[in-house]
């Protein structure tokens, strides 16, 4: 058993050292025990923070005059095309984005290995080009 403890705090390793050992073990600790479960906690709470301000939004157009309620509910319609936009010209741009990174990884792939391999490339490149026909020939109008 001394053994053991004693060949972890052997330095004369540089891949079997206990500063390497206890540096993982820290950082796994702080990955999935603290980050992972605090970003996750943060964004169910703005996702319920919003839902509960829509709905509240919702009721109080719904207890509204009907006269005085068209302006809210023509409000509410136009940020949801705004967000439809956005996720519209998202798709333009990681598509554009996938298409350089697929074009960039064949000239890189060929110029380093070769011809055959440098194919994989092309992965990348027509998931660009699916996001591209998607958001241009399939995507229903905005309106």
Known sequence: ????????????????????????????????????????????????????????????????????SMAAIEFMREQNRISRIKAREGLKIGGLINIGVGIALVIFLRALIGMNIALCGLIPALIGVAMLVYVFALAGPLE
Not at 34 to 62: D, H, M, Q
Request: hydrophobic share 50%; no cysteine; net charge negative.
């Open 1 to 68: 058993m001394t053994h053991f403890v004693l060949s972890l705090f052997n330095d004369n390793d540089v891949f079997g050292s206990f500063g390497l050992w206890a540096f993982l073990s820290v950082g796994a600790v702080a990955l999935f025990a603290v980050f992972i479960p605090l970003v996750t906690f943060i964004s169910s709470r703005k996702e319920e923070r919003e839902a509960f301000y829509k709905a509240e939004t919702i009721r109080r157009v719904a207890e509204a005059p009907p006269g005085s």
